[in-house]
């Protein structure tokens, strides 16, 4: 198997760097591709190639039939090499192939979103409240956009942020993780193809200590208007501080702590089967997992023992194997430290299933009678690790889910819509799944969060708005 080797994308080309660093399989170890170490200077070029694209190039200017069109041939061509994108999430990453095609198919659907958007960006316009006046409202593009994106969704976690972006005629800079940079490099070569004109999308790849000095140049950059970065909440909090600097738009997606809450009306089976690929799903790695599962005394045991069959059924092996269902964590560290938490579960509460591992895997773990207000319950894990909380009343599971920093997401399992909606209404998150967890197939509704899980929004016609700013005409008649 050949190793590729990626360079920097700045001004549309491949473009070498003076330092290079390698990437590993997590799975067994074997050299997954060699990448620029991008530094400083690198993201400052990255930054003048996008903000001189912004100024002085066509694209913020664009008929947007022509975004459209870019937009609709990228997604084509992610569809025609989505066997080699998805080797290079299963090389860098770990991610079983089955997920990692998923993650293509889903990549190129949200650009098809974003370029039908693109042709419908309408105005408005404020006619009656002065008749001897005209408002109008226009919609432009913010400017400069910076991604800092992470590993765990290394395509789709690029692209619902760059398709809107585009779409509203802004340019980009991006910093992928040096965990997985890959697929954002096949996705500038893509757009390139695609006929995107040279400076819109620029990508600086770095490994781990540089990463931080370049998305720090991004974060603080005053010739950047707008940044959204996904990661964890206190690199978050870091890139916030720096974008306060020339009061850059911030959109920041950040952890989770979901609350799953099953009600012993729900349909059971369906229940225990989906609240186990709700925490394992790529390996637990994934910000909106269900790793809090509230619930009911009176189902307690019946419950807890479908869990432990479903959890049975998870296929842990070689990522490229088309049935494994669970590849290894992302890296060693990421394993030493969802080993903490075992540790930590293993002395507070009761180990039901799991907590077995082996080279960077981590079984499906899940531990009961979780005390809300313990690490485990309250801190994010990223692993497939399940905090199982009991509780007697729909108040009292309310209460629970709305018991923590964050507020991403959540579940809620019932036959009666009643008590659905008034539990949607009651749980502070931004996204809840009724009578399903992550599987609901409406890929382009919004995603984000409240309270410490971050601010703003991506996907669907909020996505696009982040990368939009309002203008306001008054047109005094004469
Ligand atoms: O995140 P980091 P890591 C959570 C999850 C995980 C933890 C650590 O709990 O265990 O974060 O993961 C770049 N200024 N999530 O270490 O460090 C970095 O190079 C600007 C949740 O991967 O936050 C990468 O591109 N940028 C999550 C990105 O920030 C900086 C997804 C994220 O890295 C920077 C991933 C700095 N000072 C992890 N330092 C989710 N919300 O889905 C690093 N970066």
């Known amino acids: 198997m050949t190793t590729p080797q990626f360079d920097l994308w700045l001004d549309g080309a491949n473009t070498p760097a003076a330092v290079r660093f390698e990437r590993h399989s997590p799975f067994d170890g074997t050299l997954a591709g060699t990448f620029a170490d991008g530094g400083e200077q690198d993201a400052a070029a990255a930054v003048g190639s996008a903000r001189r694209a912004f100024d002085d190039g066509p694209w913020p200017s664009s008929p947007a039939r022509r975004r459209f069109e870019i937009l609709t041939e990228t997604a084509r061509l992610l569809t025609a090499n989505a066997d080699l994108l998805a080797e290079r999430m299963v090389r860098e990453s770990g991610k079983p192939v089955t997920l990692a095609l998923g993650e293509v198919a889903a990549s190129a659907r949200c650009l098809e979103y974003y370029a039908g958007l693109a042709l419908a960006v309408e105005g408005s316009a404020v006619s009656e409240r002065n008749p001897g006046a005209l408002g109008l409202i226009l919609r432009e593009p913010v400017g400069v956009a910076a991604l800092i994106t992470a590993w765990n969704f290394p395509l789709l976690g690029v692209v619902c942020k760059l398709a809107p972006a585009l779409a509203a005629g802004c340019t980009v800079v991006a910093k992928p993780s040096h965990l997985c940079p890959g697929p954002t490099m096949l996705l500038a070569q893509l757009l390139g193809t695609a006929g995107l004109p040279g400076g819109v999308f620029n990508v600086v790849t770095s490994q781990r200590e540089q990463g931080a000095v370049v998305g720090q140049h ?113 890296s ?121 899980s971050g601010t703003g929004r991506e996907f669907g016609h909020a996505g696009l708005e982040e990368f939009q700013e309002l203008k306001t005409v008054q047109i005094l008649l004469r």
């Open 332 to 452: 060693r560290r990421q394993h030493e430290r969802v080993l903490g938490y075992l540790d930590l579960g293993r002395a507070e509460a009761k180990l039901v299933t799991g907590g077995g591992s082996h080279g960077n895997f981590v079984e499906p773990t899940v531990f009961d009678g979780v005390d809300n207000s313990s690490r485990l319950a309250q801190e994010e894990i990223f692993g497939p690790v399940l905090s199982v909380i009991p509780f007697t009343t729909e108040q009292e599971a309310v209460a629970l889910a709305n018991d923590s920093a964050y507020g991403l997401a959540g579940g809620v399992w019932t036959g009666s819509m009643d008590t659905a909606f008034r539990v949607v209404r009651g749980v502070r998150t931004g996204k809840m799944f009724v009578n399903c967890y992550n599987t609901a197939g409406l890929d382009d509704m919004p995603h984000g969060g409240y309270k410490e």
């Open 218 to 330: 991004f974060a603080s950059s005053r010739a950047v208007d707008k940044i959204a970065f996904t990661g964890s909440t206190a690199t978050g909090q870091a890139v916030m501080r720096a974008a306060a600097g020339n009061a850059k738009r911030v959109a920041l997606e950040l952890g989770g702590k979901s609350a799953n809450i099953v009600f012993p009306d729900a349909p059971l089976a369906d229940a225990a089967r989906t609240a186990i690929s709700a925490f394992t799903f790529n390996s637990g790695q994934q910000c909106s997992a269900g790793s809090r599962l509230l619930l009911h005394r009176d189902i307690h045991d019946e419950f807890l023992a479908l869990l432990v069959e479903h959890a049975g059924k998870q296929v842990l092996g070689d990522p490229a194997e088309a049935a494994t269902t669970m590849g290894p964590l992302i």
